[in-house]
Nanobody, 122 residues
């Protein structure tokens, strides 16, 4: 059974930084694409970033490119999202996701974490 457990969310002032972690069990993250999504109140869930399983290629939404960095530690089977220069519009519940393939194709994930709240105050 695949489980994804996020941590690291919280309250931060605009311009600050947070690092989210996603600890995976039941799946070796180096074999699958992993990603982060977010959902703000009243909005649909949106893609934030992804990292492919084999080559480690990274992909970002235009709204976070240059500010957020996705990475992984294969030894810890954990994916990270480093978020810098945070803005109030980054406020959302952030979800970790695991895809069914090693490559990231922009499709739907097949496993999700429970989410962690990120709140950015102005």
């Amino acid at each position: 059974q695949v489980q994804l457990v996020e941590s690291g969310g919280g309250l931060v002032q605009a311009g600050g930084s947070l690092r989210l972690s996603c600890a995976a069990s039941g799946r070796t993250i180096s074999r699958y694409a992993m990603g982060w999504f977010r959902q703000a109140p009243g909005n649909e869930r949106e893609f934030v970033a992804a990292i492919s399983g084999s080559a480690g290629s990274t992909y970002y939404a235009a709204s976070v490119k240059g500010r957020f960095t996705i990475s992984r530690d294969n030894a810890k089977n954990t994916v990270y999202l480093q978020m810098n220069s945070l803005k109030p519009e980054d406020t959302a519940v952030y979800y970790c996701a695991s895809f069914g393939t090693s490559s990231y194709h922009g499709g739907s994930a097949n496993y999700w974490g429970q989410g962690t709240q990120v709140t950015v105050s102005s």
